[in-house]
Nanobody, 122 residues
């Protein structure tokens, strides 16, 4: 069983930056693709970005491309999402997830964290 715990969310003004973290435990960290998703009120959960188990492949949704970076520290079993130039439309609960051979679909990921709230005020 894999456990994921997100942290780092909060209330910020538009244009600010945040770094989200995801601590992963319970299994071999570097065997999984790790992803970030978000879900705004009344909307479906959507893909934000992912990083392959080796860190060589990184993908982002068009909506955040150029404003976000993803990294993973395999020694610390931690995933990060650095978000810059935040916009009010980035307001959502952000989830980290782990999966085998996972891409951008929710169904690709077998394990999920509980989420951390990010609120961006205008």
């Amino acid at each position: 069983q894999v456990q994921l715990v997100e942290s780092g969310g909060g209330l910020v003004q538009a244009g600010a930056s945040l770094r989200l973290s995801c601590a992963v435990s319970g299994s071999t960290f570097n065997t999984y693709t790790l992803g970030w998703f978000r879900q705004a009120p009344g909307k479906e959960r959507e893909f934000v970005g992912r990083i392959s188990r080796t860190g060589r492949i990184i993908d982002f949704a068009e909506s955040v491309k150029g404003r976000c970076t993803i990294s993973r520290d395999n020694a610390k079993n931690t995933l990060y999402l650095q978000m810059n130039s935040l916009k009010p439309e980035d307001t959502a609960v952000y989830f980290c997830a782990a999966g085998n051979e996972a891409y951008s679909a929710v169904k690709d990921y077998q394990y999920w964290g509980q989420g951390t709230q990010v609120t961006v005020s205008s």
